[in-house]
């Protein structure tokens, strides 16, 4: 079963930096490509970062380049988000993914998201 666990969320002020962190189970994480969501108040869920899992190639949102690295540790089963000059506006819950195929069967699965505020 998989299992994704998020920490390190919580109240930042404007400008400042968080490490999300994603803690992966019960699956190959090598394997499998993983990327951060995120979902505001009212809004949808949208992509922030991903990361592959054969090259390790990254992807960004427009809005968060240069400000953000994606990072995983193979040997740790971990998939982090550095996030820098944070703005108000992405106040939001953050989301950890896993996508990849297990035998002939194609997952996509989600964590339960931790909180992210930014404010003064």
């Known amino acids: 079963q998989v299992q994704l666990v998020e920490s390190g969320g919580g109240l930042v002020q404007p400008g400042g930096s968080l490490r999300l962190s994603c803690a992966a189970s019960?699956?190959?994480?090598?394997?499998?490509?993983t990327s951060w969501y995120r979902q505001a108040p009212g809004k949808e869920r949208e992509l922030v970062a991903s990361v592959t899992a054969a090259s390790g190639s990254t992807n960004y949102a427009d809005n968060m380049k240069g400000r953000c690295t994606i990072s995983r540790d193979n040997a740790k089963n971990t998939v982090y988000l550095q996030m820098n000059s944070l703005k108000p506006g992405e106040t939001a819950v953050y989301y950890c993914?896993?996508?990849?195929?297990?035998?002939?069967?194609?997952?996509?699965?989600w964590g339960q998201g931790t909180q992210v505020t930014v404010s003064s």
């Open positions: 019960g699956f190959t994480f090598i394997t499998y490509a």
């Open positions: 993914n896993a996508n990849g195929w297990r035998g002939l069967q194609f997952q996509n699965s």
